[in-house]
């Protein structure tokens, strides 16, 4: 399924009085094939190191390094990265949902 995305860096600034306070800077905006978790032997083999549970697959950025500091954001929601991997022209993102605690 194609998707819109949002590469997001949290980022730490602190005002004058010495408060930190956390932001998010959009790093990219793309075009992304979405891939949710399911019984294939493919997904069989990354359960057993993560507890990622939806696969990005984006276009490589020239000058952009993706790492597992960032976030996604799409219409569904947002995601925390797991693990980066760069296939030529192209990067795999495996990554997980975030929600609050306490929310249905």
């Not at 930190?20 to 793309?30: K, L, N, P």
């Not at 507890?51 to 276009?59: C, G, N, S, T």
Request: charge should be negative.
């Amino acid at each position: 399924m194609s998707e819109h995305i949002d590469l997001i860096q949290p980022v730490v600034t602190k005002d004058a009085a010495g408060f930190a306070t956390t932001g998010d800077e959009v790093i990219a905006s793309v075009r992304a094939y979405m891939e949710v978790q399911h019984a294939s032997g493919a997904w069989v083999n990354r359960a057993a190191y993560t507890k990622a549970d939806l696969l990005f697959r984006i276009r490589a950025i020239p000058g952009i390094k993706i790492t597992e500091a960032m976030q996604i954001s799409s219409a569904h929601g947002r995601y925390v990265i797991d693990a980066v991997e760069y296939l030529g022209r192209y990067v795999e993102i495996l990554a997980h949902r975030t929600e609050a605690e306490g929310a249905l």
